[in-house]
């Protein structure tokens, strides 16, 4: 069967969950998840236990993703109630900030406008700032970071509403980014009955007109991030379903699979998974990564092999076209079709302090 060689992907929304969340994922099995699915970049996101809110903490992170990662880290920091006048000074070392103004797993959000003002006026327009704003709330984000002249990316955008709001300010001309995860270019609300807690994520699940709103304004979407959220069986199983699904080794097989049926190019998908994101955050260059890929032959994804520690995925039964033969980084195989190769400390640590 032919393959096809594509670049390293880079995911700009993981969910590592290092420190504190080791039962659901660590930097070892995530970015082993990360290369199995063709990513040799993530983006790791503050809501980490405890959260990655201060220059200490990030540094602390950066430390385990040294020792730990085997695809390339960079580490986000999270703006909080108590750290719109200091985090700003953390800048050069964290690869972007996150706000949560909308409430999801874990207790970081800015909840009020006055405080969102001065995160986004204190960070320095030189690296980006990422929002989860979902619905009414996206219009007053774009409207902050449109008067204190900073760019803005907007993490998962899930609902018509959500990206026509992105196109109509791009449109107006104003420096706004955006990622699409594949779970919500996938599944919609309908899918909720048969995966139950397994379908639980912020934001939710939405409509198939929300669904095919994404697919007809994809020349708008600048990235395909997974925002892999792992939690382990038995917590999606409780009383307390906490939001979130996996998602580093189902993308290029998700994807591909679009690619096969004719809804996207090779060349678009390309732009979604590694230049776009890497102009966007602006990462060095992986030079010789790369990722062998087979697209036509259909098999059914499954929860068996995964490498990810929660060991399950919202995709399993799905049918697709499309898999990840091998990926190289930096000339070296680190995943080849069946093994993960690299070992824990091999990856790279952006912008950490040397
Ligand atoms: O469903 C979600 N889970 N959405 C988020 O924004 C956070 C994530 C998590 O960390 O579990
Ligand atoms: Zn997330």
Redesign the pocket.
């Known amino acids: 069967m032919p393959t096809l060689t594509i670049p390293g992907l880079i995911d700009v929304h993981v969910?590592l969950r290092q420190p504190g969340g080791e039962h659901k994922e660590d930097y070892a099995s995530g970015t082993a998840a990360a290369l199995a699915g063709g990513v040799t970049c993530v983006l790791d996101?503050p809501?980490t236990t405890p959260p990655t809110t201060t220059a200490e903490r990030l540094e602390a992170k950066q430390g385990l993703a040294r020792t730990n990662a085997r695809c390339d880290v960079g580490v986000f920091v999270g703006a909080s109630i108590d750290n719109a006048d200091e985090i700003a000074a953390a800048a050069p070392h964290a690869c972007a900030l996150k706000i949560?103004v909308n409430s999801?797993?874990?207790p970081l959000r800015v909840d009020n406008w006055e405080l969102l003002d001065r995160h986004v006026a204190n960070w320095p327009a030189t690296k980006m700032i990422v929002a989860?704003a979902e619905g009414d709330v996206l219009d007053r984000v774009l409207e902050i970071a449109q008067r204190h002249a900073k760019p803005i990316h907007i993490?998962?955008v899930a609902t018509r509403q959500e990206i026509e709001m992105i196109v109509a300010a791009k449109e107006r001309g104003q420096r706004v980014t955006c990622e699409v995860t594949p779970h919500h270019l996938v599944l919609t609300r309908d899918d909720l009955p048969r995966l139950g807690p397994f379908g639980?994520?912020?934001?939710r699940l939405a409509g198939p007109d929300d669904r095919a709103a994404l697919w007809q304004h994809l020349d708008y979407v600048d990235c395909i991030a997974t925002?892999h959220?792992p939690?382990s069986i038995d917590e999606k199983h409780s009383d307390n379903v906490?939001?979130?699904?996996p998602g580093l080794e189902t993308t290029l097989p998700l994807m591909l699979t679009a690619v096969d049926e004719g809804r996207l190019t090779l060349e678009r998908l390309i732009a979604l998974t590694r230049t776009n994101p890497e102009r966007i955050f602006n990462l060095p260059p992986q030079p010789d990564t790369t990722v062998e890929v087979e697209i036509g032959p259909r098999y059914r994804l499954s929860n068996h092999g995964l490498q990810t520690k929660c060991g399950w995925t919202p995709f399993a039964e799905l049918e697709v076209a499309g898999r990840v033969v091998k990926t190289v980084l930096r000339g070296r195989t680190v995943f080849d079709g069946e093994r993960v190769l690299a070992e824990p400390g091999s990856g790279r640590v952006l912008f950490a302090a040397e």
């Open positions: 969910h996101m809501n949560y999801t797993f874990g989860h993490a998962h639980d994520v912020r934001p925002d959220a939690h906490p939001p979130g699904l």
